[in-house]
């Protein structure tokens, strides 16, 4: 079943400190102490404004009329006798009893958006039933299928259409499928599990021939609205802000290994992965969370944020979550939009290795002030920051973690079993989110979903072991450093580790890439290495050329602990210059050139690298954000070629040691990499175990 946003289970602790527990209590909805302001009605004489959530999914939907990224499908399979005139009853009742639900959207002259409250419609108008054709029961599923895709992936148009379209799919007089469809401008997922709950209470109801057991609702959500507004103003509302200003100072963008360039402008084209936690896990996890006075969400956040630390070597970690606003009574069972987005930033000293319980403790505080201060529509705060503009992600966090319950668990439909099925295609809010969904039994299961325009199915299964992995070895030891704890699955640890297939290597890692290459074109000088097109290049030639671009970098002042940014196409150039870069006692920089400008910027400023090599037709683009030294092969091909061939004399290893541990994996797989590729195959020319560099 598709999901929208989902609201976090952050909630602290009952078993921590005083202020977790007010928090707790306030998050639930009940009272801190103190009299409550009481919402008021709204002047329906006036033009009703929009909340702040609201105004946001309003400019999107205005900026992409078509776009399907803020449409929250709710697709269930009824098996058995369905009432559809119940059904129909149902849906027409909850229509009328929330305004949202029949509400559109219009502009003032003078380019404001309003609410439009339409009155209540026949139920017949709120449901729609279409039987499936199709001769045969493999002919009607996929029939459905195609079904439920357009209606899931059909847009709404917020002037003139109410933001929920309901249809129900006959297949057999026991077999139904039906399938809502919200625009987020009137949804989230706490209002999805508020629409099953009522539902189920109206069609029981209907069956039996009973009235609406249902209470009239205090407030409707246009109440609401012109009610936050008057909130989000005053002192109070600075202070939050200059909170978030002070956390997310200096906050980096994470940059996740991908399997494609970044495209200039994101796509939320997405897919996802399903998973399911090993079934001793979640009670370790609530454990762990009850001894550190906290929660499973902030545990299983920790663990997330250090599986992103590890897949891309940054100790500055930013993810966004989600939480519902609907800390008050009389807002608990309104639908609407009524979540805001929170940074959850986690951050220590790089060269640094903390504990997973320091960790968790960050994580903890982190959480609390971040629920102390989430009043912000994240809209606002990103107006506010002003952070670097990037068509390419999304801005403030790029990673997501969300824990909810299950939303079936609020369905009871009598003489009918309820099943999830999976309507419309998933779309990506960011670059990759990690949902944990929590069943009526304590059990776990989890969904990463993924932006398909970025990573393969293979990755995102990777992201979903490494988790469960680390996780599972914080909760066993959770004093263990984080760079300690196990994140690679038993098969992964065997390709690793060189013992799979029995490819174990003899020697301990002692060599860095670029020595393991030199001894190879001694042995195979005239061995093929390099295939780019129609250019090739033997060891011997590889190897000279890489000899010279080190010595010009060495002139250039690069040695030990420098980084040099690599900026160039796939091409002849590039094998020579990654080996010129080690060589000359560096570490090398990658900058794809399909990123825009100002990401080079970024990147090359915060590396702190001062030399770039590049190619003529990438200068222009580089000399806008970067002001070091450009090394451009094709323009000073004649002043390297005077260079020597010989290999640069080694200036000492005490410098080289922070850089020399990412070039010292390289070896257990080029040892083994040529064996496995042709097994009791000598080619002319190549040494036995030789590292073959070809371009695929």
């Known amino acids: ?67 399907t990224e803020y449409l929250i ?31 559109r959207y219009a502009m003032t002259p003078d380019g404001q958006p309003v609410q439009v409250v339409d009155a209540p419609a026949e139920s017949t108008a709120v449901l729609t039933v279409e039987q499936v054709p199709g001769g045969t029961p493999a002919e009607r599923e996929r029939r459905l299928t195609a079904l ?136 370790a996890v609530r454990e762990l969370a009850v001894a550190q006075e906290t929660t499973p969400f902030t545990v299983m956040m920790a663990a997330f944020q250090a599986v992103i630390a590890r897949s891309t070597g940054q100790s500055d970690i930013s993810v966004g979550t989600v939480v519902s606003g609907r800390a008050r009574p009389e807002l608990q069972s309104l639908i609407g ?108 299961h989890g969904r990463v979903e993924y932006a398909s325009a970025l990573f393969d199915r293979e990755t995102a299964q990777r992201t979903a072991r490494h988790f469960l992995q680390l996780l599972q070895s914080a909760v066993a030891a959770p004093s263990t450093p984080i ?29 860095c890439v670029h020595e393991i290459f030199a001894e190879r074109a001694v042995l195979s000088p005239d061995a093929v290495a390099v295939i780019a097109g129609d250019v090739e290049l033997t060891y011997a030639e590889l190897d000279a050329r890489a000899n010279q671009l080190a010595h010009h970098l060495r002139d250039l002042g690069v040695g030990p602990e420098s980084l040099v940014g690599v900026c160039l196409e796939r091409g002849p150039d590039l094998m020579p ?31 702190g690298a001062q030399v770039v090599v590049t190619s003529g037709e990438l200068v222009t683009v580089l000399d806008e954000v970067f002001d070091g030294e450009l090394v451009v092969l094709d323009r000073d091909a004649q002043t390297i070629a005077t260079r020597p061939q010989t290999a640069p004399e080694t200036t000492g290893r005490t410098g080289q040691h922070r850089l020399r541990h990412l070039h010292l994996r390289v070896d257990r797989p080029a040892e083994g990499c040529d064996a496995d590729a042709h097994p009791g195959r000598a080619a002319a020319g190549d040494g036995p175990g030789a590292l073959r560099l070809r371009r695929g």
């Open 577 to 607: 210059t990654l080996l010129g870069v080690l060589k000359a006692g560096a570490g090398y920089l990658p900058l794809d050139p399909a990123n825009p400008a100002d990401r080079f910027g970024f990147v090359l400023a915060d590396a």
């Open 337 to 444: 939009y009524g979540i805001n987005s929170l940074v959850l930033r986690g951050h220590w000293d790089e060269g640094t290795d903390p504990a997973f319980t320091d960790l968790l403790d960050r994580t903890r505080r982190t959480v609390l002030d971040a629920f102390d201060h989430q009043d912000v529509p994240f809209a606002q705060l990103v107006d506010e920051l002003q952070p670097e503009r990037d068509l390419s992600r999304t801005p403030l966090y790029q990673i997501a973690f969300t824990m909810h319950e299950s939303r079936l668990d609020a369905v009871d439909l009598p003489g009918l079993r309820v099943e999830p099925y999976s309507g419309g295609a998933p779309v990506a809010k960011c670059d990759l989110t990690l949902q944990v969904e929590e069943s009526a039994d304590g059990s776990f």
């Open 73 to 103: 499908p709710l697709v269930v399979r009824l098996r058995g006798a369905l009432d559809v005139s119940a059904l129909e009853r149902a849906l027409g009742e909850i229509s009328a009893r929330h305004e949202v639900l029949r509400t």
């Open 1 to 67: 079943m598709s999901n929208g946003g989902h609201e976090s289970k952050a909630v602290p602790s009952a078993a921590g400190t005083d202020r977790e527990e007010l928090l707790r209590r306030r998050l639930a909805g009940r009272r801190t102490g103190g009299r409550r302001s009481v919402i008021p009605k709204a002047d329906r004489s006036a033009p009703l404004p929009l909340a702040a959530g609201q105004q946001q999914m309003w400019f999107l939907s205005r900026l992409d009329p078509d776009s």
């Open 148 to 283: 439920v895709a357009a209606q899931t992936a059909a847009p709404f148009d917020l002037e003139t259409d109410w933001p929920l379209r309901a249809r129900v799919f006959r297949l057999t007089e026991n077999d139904h499928v039906l399938c809502l469809v919200f625009h987020h401008i009137a949804c989230d997922a706490w209002s999805t599990r508020i629409l099953l709950t009522e539902i189920s209470a109206l069609y029981g109801a209907f069956t039996a021939g009973r009235p609406s057991p249902l209470e009239p609702l205090p407030v409707q959500y246009a109440d609401y609205a012109a009610w936050q507004r008057d909130q989000l103003s005053g002192d109070g509302l600075q202070r939050q802000l200059a909170h978030w200003r002070t956390a997310l100072d200096g906050a980096a963008p994470t940059e996740l290994p991908t399997d494609r360039p970044r495209p200039a402008t994101r796509s939320y084209a997405g897919a996802e992965v399903l998973f399911d936690f090993p079934a001793e896990l979640p009670q």
């Open 483 to 511: 760079s300690r704890l196990s994140m690679l699955d038993p098969a992964e640890h065997a390709i690793v580790s060189g013992s799979l297939d029995g490819h174990r290597p003899s020697a301990a890692v002692e060599r």
